[in-house]
């Protein structure tokens, strides 16, 4: 009787400290999830007031306008907005297959753990090399390597409008290509983990029913792990769209629209790096409009992957 | 295990050798440094005081156009004074005078004058903006051309490349002042400034007076017709160094450093001057020198003047927050004027004429230094 009672009163004093230690948890956990929202929405806010006054002088006429010039207080977005969706859809084209192959590489078992860890470390690891070691390496030995390239493909292809233009250095498509390398860590790391992530039972089931290899991966593990790979993408993306210093250095800075990736070009967040110092008056206001279209660019694309990752993936 | 432990030794120290390697490759810096090795990459790199006194430390901010030389004065007056410390954030004149507006930084520094709607946002309680000059600069025209080694561009060539209707370096225009010389048909990248730029300015300045079809005006950031952008006097000078027939104007020193080649512009007499100091500080003598230092020289007259140069000021607070940094700065402008001279000649810089230094004394002693 005496444990009986002693049984019941010690649980009864635990569970009273602790369950006001687990409140207070998921309160606090609680409030930095709201905190995280909060400093998002109060981003947006303040961009959004900054931009006002160029909203009510250009209305939606600065997405459609190329001028930007300061002295005659006259901007428009358009080549900036066309630039930014150039350069981050070639980064796609680019590091998405590579990305997704080196991660179904390195997800089976081609290679020993042994061999496999400090690949997977490696290329975690080209995601940590700063934007502006990008850009200096851009400009130092990428360019010089691109630029015979480049001439070559205006010389032989330049019929095509892709490359109408002849290449003088810096330009779309050697933001194009740093901007893949920069975002194939994030799509090779998140890729491989979703697709290590889908249970080994669906794996072993398809050989089970004779799929071969190649079957297996395509049909069936690919499908399992859209939603992480998709998510992925939207991240890489991300990053491609906002990435500043690598591509102010290397894309040209030049206020016109060509077809011709071989041209140069501006995107809005190295026209934001190249001006927002000095700028004051209405210059700022059309810069904050600038980033507030970015802003929704950006919300568009997520929304979008948003839909996709639910349309298609395979429920588990 | 064993045999986890040796997998585990070998699965980390691959990448830890690769991370090491890579972290020890990764530079700090943001501005693109050319590999002329230029002292600029260091900020306030000054030893702390050895002793006696407590240490001063003092920011500033502006002009990219006379950085070496600022980064070469802090050095050598630490030397003389260890106690103050003088930071430099080279990030254009048009940041540097916003950040001197916005009270920001100790000093500012620009390559172009204060404007009146400038100067008028000044709060009253920091007195007027005092801007004094401290040396001379002069903007050349730097190229990358093989086995072209001294390339004279007449006016009209040198306003057919900056507004984009000359498009070849064979182009007749050019041919013309170069006999002897084979010019290759090869396009011209011009580079210009993508950031705001007192350098723009003084070189703007110059088009408008010498260029009759001159249409984008004069100022800190204006809109190029052609041509690529980059970043700094360092980006610019990188972009020419890197592409082969490119041309672009920077400030005298970066071309120096980088070891560009430098074309030989016309002046208004109609005489080819090569960009040298010596012929650019033609251009300040027999100048009338306003009170607020505001000396313009877009076309220079003088006979051998080389034409596109002016002066880089310094902008400082007449009631300034803190009179003992204020007191500091007045104090090494004063060696600056004076010792600092060598140093400007040194890297490439027109040292003040005498009766100037000696004007911008007494213009510095106007500062309210004195705690009240």
Redesign the interface.
């Given at each position: 009787m005496a444990t009986s009672t002693s049984r019941t009163a010690m649980p009864t004093q635990r569970s009273e400290s602790s369950r006001f230690l687990d409140k207070g948890f998921v309160w606090l956990t609680g409030a930095f999830a709201i905190g995280v929202g909060f400093v998002l929405l109060a981003i947006a806010f303040r961009v959004g007031t900054d931009s006002l006054p160029a909203i009510q002088k250009f209305g939606l006429g600065f997405l459609a306008t190329t001028r930007w010039s300061v002295n005659d207080e006259v901007f428009g977005a358009l080549t900036q907005i066309y630039g930014t969706l150039v350069t981050s859809f070639m980064a796609l084209l680019i590091a998405v297959p590579i990305g997704i192959g080196v991660a179904l590489f390195l997800s089976e078992d081609y290679l020993p753990p042994r061999i496999k860890q400090p690949i997977v470390f490696l290329i975690e690891l080209l995601a940590a090399i700063p934007s502006v070691v990008y850009g200096l390496w851009g400009i130092f030995v990428l360019i010089p390597l691109l630029r015979p390239f480049g001439i070559w493909l205006n010389g032989n292809f330049g019929w095509i409008p892709l490359f109408s233009t002849a290449p003088s250095g810096p330009g779309i498509y050697a933001a194009g290509i740093i901007l893949s390398i920069m975002i194939l860590p994030i799509i090779a790391a998140i890729s491989r983990d979703a697709l290590v992530a889908v249970p080994t039972e669906i794996r072993q089931a398809a050989y089970g029913l004779g799929a071969t290899r190649w079957e297996t991966i395509f049909q069936v593990i690919l499908p399992a792990a859209f939603s992480g790979i998709v998510g992925g993408i939207m991240l890489a993306l991300g990053r491609a769209m906002g990435e500043t210093m690598a591509v102010t250095m290397v894309i040209g800075n030049s206020n016109s629209i060509n077809l011709s990736i071989l041209s140069q070009g501006s995107t809005v967040s190295s026209l934001l790096a190249n001006q927002f110092a000095e700028a004051g008056g209405l210059q700022v206001s059309s810069l904050m409009y600038a980033a507030l279209i970015l802003f929704g660019l950006t919300l568009v694309v997520n929304v979008l992957a948003e839909l996709i990752v639910r349309r298609f993936s395979l429920k588990l | 295990m064993a045999f986890s432990l040796s997998?585990t030794c070998?699965?980390f120290s691959?990448?830890a050798i690769?991370?090491t390697l890579?972290l020890a490759?990764?530079?700090?810096?943001?501005p693109?440094a050319a590999?002329g090795a230029s002292t600029s990459s260091g900020g306030s790199s000054s030893p702390v005081a050895a002793g006696g006194g407590a240490t001063i430390s003092i920011s500033g901010a502006g002009a990219t156009a006379p950085n070496p030389l600022y980064q070469r004065w802090f050095q050598e007056y630490n030397k003389q004074k260890p106690t103050v410390q003088i930071s430099y954030d080279s990030?254009?004149?048009?940041?540097g005078?916003?950040r001197f507006l916005d009270q920001t930084v100790d000093f500012g520094a620009s390559d172009a004058v204060l404007k009146p709607d400038e100067r008028s946002k000044l709060p009253a309680d920091r007195g007027t903006a005092i801007q004094v000059p401290t040396t001379g600069v002069f903007v050349v025209f730097a190229y990358n051309l093989d086995g072209v080694d001294n390339l004279k561009l007449s006016r009209e060539a040198f306003c057919g490349i900056t507004d984009g209707s000359i498009k070849t370096w064979n182009d007749p225009k050019i041919v013309k002042d170069n006999a002897g010389v084979t010019l290759p048909n090869e396009?011209i990248?011009f580079v210009h400034r993508?950031?705001?730029s007192g350098t723009t300015d003084i070189f703007t300045k110059h088009l408008v007076k010498a260029c009759p079809n001159w249409k984008?005006?004069a100022?800190?950031?204006?809109?190029?017709s052609t041509?690529?952008?980059?970043?700094g006097n360092e980006?610019v000078s990188?972009?020419i160094q890197?592409?082969k027939?490119?041309i672009g104007y920077t400030e005298f020193s970066y071309a120096k450093q980088t070891q560009l080649k430098t074309a030989t512009l016309q002046n208004k007499t109609g005489t080819f001057v090569a960009p040298t100091p010596e012929a650019a500080a033609k251009a300040l003598v027999g100048v009338e020198v306003p009170a607020d230092y505001a000396v313009k020289v877009p076309d220079p007259t003088q006979a051998d003047a080389y034409p596109i140069v002016s002066l880089t000021w310094v902008l400082l607070y007449e009631q300034p927050k803190d009179p003992a940094k204020a007191k500091e700065i007045a104090d090494f402008l004063r060696w600056a004027l004076k010792d600092g001279k060598q140093y400007a000649t040194e890297l490439g810089y027109l040292p003040l004429p005498d009766e100037l230094a000696t004007k911008v004394a007494a213009t510095l002693d106007t500062i309210k230094v004195a705690a009240k």
């Amino acid at each position: 009787m005496a444990t009986s009672t002693s049984r019941t009163a010690m649980p009864t004093q635990r569970s009273e400290s602790s369950r006001f230690l687990d409140k207070g948890f998921v309160w606090l956990t609680g409030a930095f999830a709201i905190g995280v929202g909060f400093v998002l929405l109060a981003i947006a806010f303040r961009v959004g007031t900054d931009s006002l006054p160029a909203i009510q002088k250009f209305g939606l006429g600065f997405l459609a306008t190329t001028r930007w010039s300061v002295n005659d207080e006259v901007f428009g977005a358009l080549t900036q907005i066309y630039g930014t969706l150039v350069t981050s859809f070639m980064a796609l084209l680019i590091a998405v297959p590579i990305g997704i192959g080196v991660a179904l590489f390195l997800s089976e078992d081609y290679l020993p753990p042994r061999i496999k860890q400090p690949i997977v470390f490696l290329i975690e690891l080209l995601a940590a090399i700063p934007s502006v070691v990008y850009g200096l390496w851009g400009i130092f030995v990428l360019i010089p390597l691109l630029r015979p390239f480049g001439i070559w493909l205006n010389g032989n292809f330049g019929w095509i409008p892709l490359f109408s233009t002849a290449p003088s250095g810096p330009g779309i498509y050697a933001a194009g290509i740093i901007l893949s390398i920069m975002i194939l860590p994030i799509i090779a790391a998140i890729s491989r983990d979703a697709l290590v992530a889908v249970p080994t039972e669906i794996r072993q089931a398809a050989y089970g029913l004779g799929a071969t290899r190649w079957e297996t991966i395509f049909q069936v593990i690919l499908p399992a792990a859209f939603s992480g790979i998709v998510g992925g993408i939207m991240l890489a993306l991300g990053r491609a769209m906002g990435e500043t210093m690598a591509v102010t250095m290397v894309i040209g800075n030049s206020n016109s629209i060509n077809l011709s990736i071989l041209s140069q070009g501006s995107t809005v967040s190295s026209l934001l790096a190249n001006q927002f110092a000095e700028a004051g008056g209405l210059q700022v206001s059309s810069l904050m409009y600038a980033a507030l279209i970015l802003f929704g660019l950006t919300l568009v694309v997520n929304v979008l992957a948003e839909l996709i990752v639910r349309r298609f993936s395979l429920k588990l | 295990m064993a045999f986890s432990l040796s997998a585990t030794c070998w699965r980390f120290s691959v990448p830890a050798i690769a991370l090491t390697l890579g972290l020890a490759a990764c530079t700090p810096q943001t501005p693109p440094a050319a590999p002329g090795a230029s002292t600029s990459s260091g900020g306030s790199s000054s030893p702390v005081a050895a002793g006696g006194g407590a240490t001063i430390s003092i920011s500033g901010a502006g002009a990219t156009a006379p950085n070496p030389l600022y980064q070469r004065w802090f050095q050598e007056y630490n030397k003389q004074k260890p106690t103050v410390q003088i930071s430099y954030d080279s990030v254009g004149s048009g940041a540097g005078v916003k950040r001197f507006l916005d009270q920001t930084v100790d000093f500012g520094a620009s390559d172009a004058v204060l404007k009146p709607d400038e100067r008028s946002k000044l709060p009253a309680d920091r007195g007027t903006a005092i801007q004094v000059p401290t040396t001379g600069v002069f903007v050349v025209f730097a190229y990358n051309l093989d086995g072209v080694d001294n390339l004279k561009l007449s006016r009209e060539a040198f306003c057919g490349i900056t507004d984009g209707s000359i498009k070849t370096w064979n182009d007749p225009k050019i041919v013309k002042d170069n006999a002897g010389v084979t010019l290759p048909n090869e396009p011209i990248t011009f580079v210009h400034r993508s950031d705001g730029s007192g350098t723009t300015d003084i070189f703007t300045k110059h088009l408008v007076k010498a260029c009759p079809n001159w249409k984008a005006g004069a100022g800190k950031t204006i809109e190029w017709s052609t041509g690529t952008g980059a970043k700094g006097n360092e980006g610019v000078s990188a972009n020419i160094q890197q592409t082969k027939g490119a041309i672009g104007y920077t400030e005298f020193s970066y071309a120096k450093q980088t070891q560009l080649k430098t074309a030989t512009l016309q002046n208004k007499t109609g005489t080819f001057v090569a960009p040298t100091p010596e012929a650019a500080a033609k251009a300040l003598v027999g100048v009338e020198v306003p009170a607020d230092y505001a000396v313009k020289v877009p076309d220079p007259t003088q006979a051998d003047a080389y034409p596109i140069v002016s002066l880089t000021w310094v902008l400082l607070y007449e009631q300034p927050k803190d009179p003992a940094k204020a007191k500091e700065i007045a104090d090494f402008l004063r060696w600056a004027l004076k010792d600092g001279k060598q140093y400007a000649t040194e890297l490439g810089y027109l040292p003040l004429p005498d009766e100037l230094a000696t004007k911008v004394a007494a213009t510095l002693d106007t500062i309210k230094v004195a705690a009240k």
